[in-house]
């Protein structure tokens, strides 16, 4: 495709606003640590809550949407639709106790939970584990999307469109820090957003798809695949689709973005946030961004795609330049995108710029995060000034940034495949981050053993077991190496824990004061301390454990952000009368949402 003057002036535009940005916001990043990862603890919940949104609204999440939308229909989406149970049980559980706990990073929390050197030995490793390998293939898969926008659009060569697009990211998140990047994400979020409703729109005018009446004809050729309920007549479909989704992935799996009771770089707006109440907030308007508002404008494209290029055939066909390695149904996303017309084009060029900018400025300066004060400032020189480790903070940037090049050039072809590596390295251990907080039994032990488990299990299944060998009738092959990677997990870290000594009573007693969980997980520790003479439940005592109402704001919130989802889809389909009923639902229950939500206390 052949850029217009206008298309260039508006790229040029975006690429000037982002780095200024950056600039502004390096006057104060530099001061410290507290400046340059979490933006001196003052951001206001809607800032944080947008920055959380456009972070996860990377360049890869249309190609991965459209992928599994072409693959197994609208319906495979809950394989990440789950994931709002642990959105929302972070929101009204896990958020004001990530805010209390005042880390700088969610490892962080590792030595204030934990003692001794276990504790330093597993805040450490992780450090490297997640800031170099996890996020490092994260980006990967998001420079990968990348690389296929501008093969399939522009022609580029994969090392000409690494070049172009960490350039600017580079800047601007290492001179502003977290500062920057929120403040970026938010303007990045609504250009991202104005070009996906605009590429929907495009795609439903596209003349394949105008000749069979629109989305009803989209609807009437599809049938099943337009679904968002998958068909229960067949057990193969809804149980791997809909129900392992539900009963078991939400709980069992760590994925960065949705880490059972919160960590990563949504843990790190948290910790930025300006009190308990704005980061409860943030993260209540993220959950409802990131599921109920964006995913339609990505479906309505891939329902279309369909239409358009019912295989991959018809898109080599079209686009015979593209390399077989980026052959898969997640490049349709791109492909469709090449029905633009000159003149909007820029925009839209520039919002999947900035859907790439806001997800890799965000794990660049989550990473970093990890590997200055996890390990560079912890462990390496921990009497270093401020300016050095904000030095090392903006050279891990560059450095994290050009490992993720080497992974999406070299090791990656599918966003589909980074997905699922992801989802089985963790799972098995998210039980552990939602228990943590809530039972003093678990030790620094129980994670680093089911760690050492969950990557052992992963790789045995990935690379010795063929997908074939363990399907079933009702499971495929993954699905069942899911299941069985949550089993073996779980129970090795159940047992580990079972027999392993547990924290020193000093150490529980110093972070019951420090983040008051409450609870009956605790009643050994809070009677013990009582028995010398120490009171470490003042703020409990007299006062229902809020546990309760806050599981009933969990399952209202589910249900007003499900309704939400589903009422735009009815619309999206025509489907009207349905619409309006799930959008009274959705109306009824953000009322009791927010009557309830007063009563819960903050520090």
């Known amino acids: 495709m052949i850029l217009s003057r206008i298309d260039w002036i508006i790229i040029a535009i975006f690429f000037l606003i982002v780095i200024s940005i950056g600039w502004i916001a390096s006057r104060t990043a530099g001061k410290n640590i507290s400046e340059f990862f979490l933006g001196g603890r003052g951001m206001p919940w809607w800032l944080l809550g947008i920055s959380m949104v456009a972070c996860t609204f990377s360049a890869d999440t249309p190609n991965l949407v459209t ?47 934990y003692g001794g050197k276990p504790a330093a030995f597993l805040r450490g490793f992780r450090s490297l584990y997640l800031g170099l390998f ?13 690389i296929k926008i501008g093969a399939v659009m522009f022609g580029l060569q994969p090392l000409t469109t690494v070049l172009v697009a960490s350039v600017a990211v580079v800047l601007y998140a290492g001179l502003g820090g977290l500062k920057g990047v929120i403040w970026a994400d938010f303007f990045q979020y609504s250009i991202a957003m104005a070009g996906a409703v605009y590429a929907a729109i495009v795609a439903m005018q596209q003349p394949e798809v105008t000749a069979i009446g629109g989305m009803q004809g989209i609807i009437g050729k599809l049938g099943e695949t337009v679904e968002f309920i998958p068909d229960f007549s067949n057990p193969s479909i809804y149980v791997p689709l809909l129900i392992i989704p539900i009963a078991v992935q939400w709980w069992s799996v760590w994925y960065p973005g949705a880490e059972p009771g919160g960590g990563g770089y949504i843990a790190q707006r948290m910790l930025a946030a300006k009190n308990e109440k704005n980061a409860i907030g943030a993260t209540l308007l993220f959950n409802f961004a990131h599921y109920a508002l964006r995913p339609w404008p990505w479906i309505i494209v891939a329902l279309a795609s369909m239409i358009i290029y019912p295989d991959l055939t018809s ?9 077989p390695t980026y052959l898969k149904d997640d490049i349709a996303y791109p492909v469709m995108l090449s029905k633009l017309k000159p ?57 994290l ?4 090049a080497v992974v999406s050039l070299f090791f990656l072809n599918n966003a589909t495949q980074a997905f699922n590596i992801l989802l089985l390295s963790g799972a098995g251990s998210g039980a552990i981050y939602l228990l943590r907080w809530f039972w003093w039994r678990i030790n620094a032990w129980t994670e680093i053993i089911a760690m050492i488990g969950a990557t052992i299990v992963a790789v045995v299944l990935v690379f010795f077991v063929d997908d074939q060998t363990v399907a079933t009738n009702v499971l495929d092959g993954f699905t069942m190496k899911l299941l069985i990677a949550v089993t073996v997990t779980s129970v090795i870290w159940i047992v580990t824990t079972l027999i392993t000594k547990p924290e020193n009573k000093q150490v529980l007693r110093e972070f019951y004061k420090l983040t008051n969980p409450g609870g009956p997980g605790w009643k050994k520790v ?48 025509g489907r009207t009368l349905y619409g309006f009923i799930l959008l009274t639902i959705a109306g009824i229950g953000t009322f009791f949402l927010f009557k309830s939500f007063n009563k819960l206390r903050a520090n």
Request: charged letters at 15%; aromatic letters at 14%; glycine letters at 8%.
């Open 315 to 323: 898109i080599k066909a079209d686009f015979p330049h593209i390399d």
């Open 67 to 113: 992928g599994m939308v072409r693959e197994n229909g609208v319906a495979k989406n809950w394989a990440w639709w789950a994931f709002l149970i642990t959105g929302m049980v972070t929101v009204f559980i896990y958020a004001k106790l990530w805010r209390r706990s005042n880390v700088v990073t969610d490892l962080e929390f590792y030595e204030k939970r």
């Open 343 to 399: 003149g909007w084009l820029g925009l839209v060029v520039a919002s999947l710029i900035a859907a790439y900018m806001s997800t890799i400025g965000t794990h660049l300066n989550w990473g970093s995060s990890y590997i200055v004060n996890d390990f560079y400032k912890r462990f390496a020189c921990p009497g270093a000034s401020d300016k050095e480790y904000v030095m090392v903070g903006r050279i891990s940037t560059f450095v």
């Open 134 to 146: 996890f996020n490092v293939l994260i980006m990967g898969s998001v420079t990968l999307a990348a």
């Open 526 to 573: 809070v009677t013990d301390a009582a028995k010398d003479g120490e009171i470490i439940n003042k703020k409990d005592l007299g006062k229902p454990w809020e546990m309760p109402i806050q599981i009933l704001l969990v399952f209202i919130g589910c249900i007003v952000i499900y309704s939400s989802l589903f009422a735009i889809g009815n619309f999206v389909y």
């Open 401 to 404: 940034m050009l490992l993720a």
